[in-house]
């Protein structure tokens, strides 16, 4: 089992940044990848980051995140972060941080933390 906390979140106006952080617990070996959800009102979750874990590689982004949002890990506080610049009104949503055990397929994340929030203002 993993547990996974994200901290964080808030409230900025427009243009400004946020940095988020979510730490790992628990069974760590057998997750190769991991990485932030997004979740807006009255929408699905999906996708804004990923990465690798085992070798940092393999990061991804969502197209409406690219080039704003950066995805960064540090394996020895078992920690991830996700800076985000350059934030939108659109952005507003709940985060998430997920992670996926190794031999499941890359959409499918099995362990996610409890959500934080982050309200863009215009």
């Known amino acids: 089992e993993v547990q996974l906390v994200e901290s964080g979140g808030g409230s900025v106006q427009a243009g400004g940044s946020l940095r988020l952080s979510c730490v790992a617990s628990?069974?760590?070996?057998?997750?190769?990848?991991w990485g932030w959800f997004r979740q807006a009102p009255g929408k699905g979750r999906v996708l804004a980051a990923s990465?690798?874990?085992?070798?940092?590689?393999?990061?991804k982004y969502a197209d409406f995140v690219k080039g704003r949002f950066t995805i960064s890990q540090d394996l020895e506080r078992n920690s991830l972060q996700l800076l985000m610049s350059r934030l939108l009104p659109e952005d507003t949503a709940v985060y998430f941080c997920?992670?996926?055990?190794?031999?499941?397929?890359?959409?499918?994340?099995?362990?996610w933390g409890q959500g934080t929030q982050v309200t863009v203002s215009s």
């Open positions: 990465i690798n874990r085992d070798t940092g590689a393999l990061t």
């Open positions: 628990g069974s760590l070996a057998n997750v190769c990848a």
């Open positions: 997920a992670a996926r055990q190794c031999g499941r397929p890359f959409s499918e994340y099995n362990f």
